[in-house]
C-alpha cells in the first residue's frame, strides 16, 4: 500500500550532505544548544531554565533516562537534553484561535516537526463526531465524555491505555490503578517498542527485567562494550562516565554497524582537555558488525572462552558457575558445535576480529556490556540477549562491583512506569498488593501490548483508546494500517504537552488533553507537588519544575487521572464494593497521598516520603545486584542455548535500519540536520555502502522510493513504500542501509516483530530501491 508523506513540508531543497564527524559533543554543541534554546525560550528564560536540570530540587531532564553523577556540574545537561528542554519550555503556544484556523483535514497534511513547532497546547479541544474542527471544551465536560465511554463499554477490553515513558511514577500509577479498576490490562507503552526484548531476556535469565549496574560501576568497570547505542547523540552524558572509566584504564569497544561519532572521540565541554585539547578516543576498539550480526559475535566470544578454557583453563569462574547458575551443559554443548563459519557469515566479521573481542573479554576482570535499540529491535532480539548474559555468567560478571548488565534505558521515566505497574502482563504479586490497597479484585488476564492493541483497533475491537502522552500515530510500525486503524476508534484520547500527528490522526470522536511538563511548575491544594522518577539504574528521586505554566488551564498529568478516577468511580451507580476506593480529590491536592499509597503496594518504596526528601535519591532493591539473588523459576542465574540466528538478505536487496538523527527526541523533531553523520537541512536521506549504490545502478544523490518486501508465513509478499529519499553513500556494512524514523515507520510490518517480546523488527527490514523520475520529487513548499 502507498502511502503518501504528508507532503507540504517536505522541503528537502536545503538537504546538504558532507563528511561525517569523528567527534561527538565540545563547544559546537554547547552553541547549537543554546541557539535552540534562545529560538524557543528567549535568553533569560533559558539560563534559568537549564541552570536547573539535573540539580538537586530542580526537574528531571525529560530528555533520556541516563542517571546523574553524585557530584553535579552547574550545567549537568548536554545538547541534547537542552534541546529537549528547550523544546517543553517554549513560549510558543496553541490556543483555540489556531484550532478554529486550523481543520484537521488541515493538520492532517502537516509532518511531526511542523507541528510540534506550533508550541505548547493550552486548553482541552474536542473533535465531535463528523466534525471538522477541534473546539473549546471545558475540563468537566471533557472528564465525562471519558467516564461516559468508559462506564458504558459492553466489556472492560474495549479500551486501550498506552503510557509513553515521561510520565512521573504518581501519574503512572494513578493511571494504571484506573486501567485495572475498570477490569482491563490493557496498557501497552513504548516500552513494547524499545526495551521490551531486553526486560523478556533478563527476567528470563537473572529474575529481574532492568539493568543491575550502577554508575559507580561504569566507573570501576575494567572492559565496557558498548553495543547496538549511540549516545554522542542519544544519551550524551553517559559518554562523561565512560570517559571517566578510560582515564581509570578500562577498554571501550563500540560494536556497531556504523562508525558513530561519539563512540570514537569525545569532546567534554565540562573540562578543559575537552573543550580546547580534542578530547578523549573513546572506544580502543571499534567492531562493525552487520545488522543483526551479534548474536553470531556472542556465540563467538562464548566460543573463544571456552576453547581457552579448554586449553589453559582457569578462564570461566567455577565457583559462580557452580553456586549460582542452571544450565551451562546445554549452552556448552551448542557453542562447542558452532562453526567458526556460520559466526563469520552471522556476524560479517572475520575469525580473528570475534577473537580479538574474545580476547578483550578473557583478560578483563570486570566486564559490563551496555546496549540499546541496535540490540532490541531485531527478530531475535530476546535470544540475541540471553546470549549477552551467557557470555557474563561464563566469567562470574553478574552481581559484583564493575560488572553486569547494563540496558541503557530511553525515555526519562520509562523504568519507573513498569515499577508503578504500566504492563499488559503485570504478575499476581503486584496485582495481589493492588487489590488488597484498594478493596478491589484487579483482573488477571493478560491485555494488549502495543502490536495488539493496533490489531485490535484495526480489527474495530477498541472502543475508547487513551494515550498518556507519546505519539502513537507516528511511534509504531506500519503507519499505513495504524492510521486506518485509528479512524475505526470510537473516542481516542490524547494527553499531551505538544500537537503531533496523533491529535491528526484521531477517532470518531477525539479528544485533546493539555498538561504540564516537567519543567512547569505545579501548584494545587496550595503546595509546590513534586513527582518523582527512577532512572536507567533503579534509582528513585523526586523531580519539581518552577516555569510558569503555559497557561493556567493546564492540570498536571496526576490532577487529570484523579479527578478521571473520581469521575468514573464515584458517579451513580458506581462505587459498588468492585470499584476502588480512595480519597481521589486528596490525591489531587497532595501527590505525597499517592505515594503513600505506592509505599504500601510496590516493593522498595518504604518511606518513600522520607527518601526523596532535600533532592536524595534512593535505589530499588536489585536482586542479582545487592546478593546474587535470582529470581527464575529455579532461583538461579541461567544459561540458556540459542539456536544461532541472522537476517538473510535477499539478492538486490539491502537490510534497512530506522534509527534517530541528532536532532530529534523520537517523533519530535527538532531540526533538519544530524551534524555527526555529516547531513544538514534534510530528513529523507538513506546512508548505503558506496559499492551498493554501485552495484545497484544508482549514484551519489539519486532520488529513490523504498519499498519494503514482507514475506508472510503462507508465502505472500506484501509491499510497503516510503517515497523520494536522497542516496548517501557511507560507511555502513555492505548491503545495510539505514534511514531515519518515524519517517520510515510506514515500511515496517506490523506482523514483523521480535520472538517472545512483540517488539516491531524496526532495525531489520528488507528492502529494495525504486529509481524516482527526479520530476515527480515532492516540490519544495515556501
Ligand atoms: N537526543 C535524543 N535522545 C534520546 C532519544 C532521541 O530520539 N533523541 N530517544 C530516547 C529513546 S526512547 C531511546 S530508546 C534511546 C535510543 O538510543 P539508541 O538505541 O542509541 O537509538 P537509535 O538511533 O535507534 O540507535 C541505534 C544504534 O544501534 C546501531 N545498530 C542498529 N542495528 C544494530 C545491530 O544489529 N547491531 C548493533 N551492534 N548495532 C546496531 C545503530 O547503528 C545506532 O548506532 O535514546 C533515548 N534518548
Ligand atoms: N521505526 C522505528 N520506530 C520506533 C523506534 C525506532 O527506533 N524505529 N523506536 C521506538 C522507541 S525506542 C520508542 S520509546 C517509541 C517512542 O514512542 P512515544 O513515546 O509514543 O513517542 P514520543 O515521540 O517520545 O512522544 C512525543 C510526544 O509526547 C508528548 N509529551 C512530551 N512530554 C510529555 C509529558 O510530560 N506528558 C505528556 N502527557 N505528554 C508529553 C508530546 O505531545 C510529544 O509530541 O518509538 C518507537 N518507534
Ligand atoms: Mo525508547
Redo the contacts with the bound molecule.
Keep these: 500500500m502507498a502511502k503518501k508523506p504528508p507532503a507540504s513540508d517536505i522541503d528537502e531543497s536545503r538537504l546538504r550532505v558532507s563528511d561525517r564527524k569523528s567527534t561527538a559533543v565540545g563547544i559546537p554543541a554547547v552553541l547549537h544548544a543554546l541557539q535552540i534554546s534562545q529560538q524557543q525560550m528567549g535568553t533569560v528564560r533559558s539560563l534559568r531554565t537549564l541552570s536547573r536540570v539535573n540539580q538537586k530540587d530542580g526537574f528531571d531532564c525529560p530528555?533520556?533516562?541516563w542517571p546523574e553523577e553524585d557530584k553535579r556540574h552547574l550545567a549537568e545537561f548536554c545538547e541534547?537534553g537542552a534541546?529537549?528542554v528547550a523544546e517543553e519550555a517554549t513560549v510558543r503556544r496553541v490556543g483555540s484561535d489556531f484550532f478554529a484556523d486550523h481543520s484537521i483535514a488541515e493538520l492532517r497534511a502537516h509532518d511531526d516537526w511542523w507541528l510540534g513547532q506550533q508550541g505548547r497546547l493550552t486548553e482541552p479541544v474536542y473533535r465531535e463526531e463528523g466534525d471538522t474542527h477541534y473546539r473549546p471544551v471545558s475540563w468537566d465536560a471533557a472528564l465525562k465524555l471519558i467516564s461516559d465511554a468508559l462506564r458504558t463499554l459492553d466489556d472492560p477490553d474495549r479500551a486501550v491505555f498506552y503510557t509513553s515513558?515521561r510520565t512521573s511514577n504518581e501519574a503512572a500509577f494513578l493511571y494504571q490503578l484506573l486501567v485495572r479498576g475498570i477490569g482491563t490490562n490493557n496498557l501497552p507503552d513504548?516500552s513494547n517498542m524499545?526495551?521490551e526484548s531486553s526486560g523478556s531476556a533478563l527476567t528470563e535469565t537473572i529474575g529481574i527485567g532492568k539493568g543491575i549496574v550502577s554508575i559507580e560501576d561504569i566507573h570501576q568497570a575494567d572492559l565496557l562494550i558498548v553495543?547496538?547505542?549511540?549516545?554522542g547523540?542519544?544519551?550524551?552524558r553517559m559518554l562523561s562516565a565512560l570517559e571517566k572509566a578510560k582515564h581509570r584504564g578500562a577498554r571501550i569497544i563500540a560494536?556497531?554497524?556504523?562508525p558513530?561519532a561519539g563512540l570514537l572521540r569525545f569532546e567534554n565541554p565540562q573540562t578543559v582537555r575537552g573543550a580546547l585539547l580534542g578530547g578523549t578516543a573513546i572506544a580502543d576498539d571499534f567492531v562493525q558488525?552487520?545488522?543483526?550480526?551479534?548474536q553470531a559475535l556472542f556465540h563467538g566470544i562464548a566460543k573463544h572462552l571456552l576453547e581457552a578454557e579448554s586449553a589453559t583453563g582457569g578462564m570461566l569462574d567455577h565457583e559462580f558457575i557452580a553456586t549460582h547458575t542452571s544450565g551451562i551443559d546445554a549452552f556448552r554443548a551448542l557453542i562447542e558445535d558452532a562453526s567458526w563459519t556460520d559466526l563469520e557469515v552471522g556476524s560479517g566479521l572475520a575469525e580473528d576480529e570475534i577473537r580479538r573481542v574474545g580476547e578483550a573479554v578473557r583478560t578483563s576482570r570486570a566486564t559490563i556490556v551496555c546496549?540499546?535499540?541496535?540490540?532490541t529491535?531485531?527478530k531475535h532480539s530476546v535470544a540475541t540477549l540471553r546470549d549477552v548474559v551467557n557470555v557474563l555468567l561464563l566469567q562470574g560478571n553478574i552481581g559484583r562491583p564493575g560488572a553486569g548488565v547494563c540496558p541503557?534505558?530511553?525515555?526519562s521515566n520509562?523504568q519507573g512506569d513498569r515499577t508503578m505497574g504500566i504492563y499488559e502482563k503485570p504478575s499476581e504479586d503486584f496485582l495481589r498488593a493492588l487489590g488488597e490497597e484498594f478493596s478491589i479484585s484487579p483482573p488477571r488476564e493478560h491485555g494488549y501490548d502495543t502490536v495488539e492493541a493496533i490489531r485490535a483497533m484495526r480489527d474495530g475491537r477498541v472502543d475508547v483508546f487513551m494515550c498518556m502522552g507519546g505519539n502513537f500515530v507516528s511511534a509504531t510500525p506500519d503507519t499505513g494500517v495504524v492510521e486506518e486503524a485509528m479512524t475505526r476508534v470510537g473516542l481516542t484520547v490524547q494527553v499531551s504537552t505538544k500537537l503531533n500527528r496523533s491529535h491528526a490522526v484521531t477517532g470518531r470522536r477525539a479528544l485533546i488533553l493539555p498538561t504540564l511538563g516537567r519543567t512547569d511548575g505545579d501548584r494545587r491544594g496550595g503546595r509546590d507537588q513534586r513527582v518523582t522518577v527512577e532512572d536507567s539504574m533503579g534509582a528513585v528521586h523526586a523531580s519539581r519544575g518552577r516555569l510558569a505554566p503555559p497557561s493556567k488551564e493546564l492540570l498536571s498529568e496526576v490532577a487529570i487521572l484523579a479527578r478521571l478516577c473520581a469521575a468514573v468511580f464515584e458517579a451513580d451507580g458506581a462505587g459498588s464494593e468492585v470499584t476502588p476506593r480512595a480519597d481521589w480529590a486528596a490525591m489531587e491536592s497532595d501527590y505525597a497521598l499517592i505515594r503513600a499509597h505506592i509505599a504500601k503496594v510496590v516493593p522498595g518504596f518504604e518511606r518513600y516520603e522520607e527518601r526523596i526528601q532535600k533532592g536524595r535519591s534512593f535505589f530499588l532493591p536489585n536482586g542479582p545486584r545487592d546478593a546474587r539473588r535470582f529470581a527464575t523459576v529455579d532461583g538461579k542465574a541461567r544459561f540458556t542455548a540459542n539456536r544461532l540466528e541472522y537476517p538473510r538478505i535477499p539478492p538486490g536487496r539491502l537490510l534497512l535500519?530506522?534509527?534517530?538523527s541528532?536532532d530529534?527526541?523520537?517523533t519530535?523533531i527538532y531540526g533538519k540536520d544530524d551534524r555527526y553523520r555529516g547531513v544538514y537541512g534534510g530528513r529523507r536521506i538513506v546512508l548505503i555502502h558506496p559499492e551498493d549504490v554501485a552495484e545497484m545502478g544508482f549514484a551519489d544523490g539519486d532520488m529513490v522510493d523504498l519499498v519494503s518486501e514482507w514475506t508472510a508465513p503462507d508465502g505472500s509478499v506484501r509491499e510497503r513504500r516510503a517515497e523520494a529519499f536522497r542516496i548517501v553513500p557511507y560507511a555502513t556494512p555492505r548491503r545495510n542501509a539505514?534511514a531515519y524514523?518515524p519517517e520510515t515507520n510506514v515500511l515496517v510490518p506490523l506482523e514483523s516483530v521480535a520472538d517472545v517480546s512483540n517488539t516491531p523488527t524496526?532495525?531489520?527490514v528488507v528492502v529494495r530501491l525504486e529509481a524516482r523520475d527526479q520530476a515527480s520529487s515532492p516540490t519544495p513548499s515556501s
Design positions: 530528555g533520556c533516562a541534547n534541546k529537549a515513558g513504548c524499545c526495551h553495543a547496538g547505542q549511540n549516545p547523540t542519544n544519551h550524551p560494536i556497531n554497524p556504523l558513530e558488525v552487520r545488522l543483526g550480526g551479534d546496549w540499546a535499540m541496535g540490540l529491535q531485531h541503557v534505558r530511553g525515555h520509562v535500519q530506522t534509527l534517530r541528532h530529534q527526541y523520537n519530535t539505514a524514523y524496526s532495525k531489520s
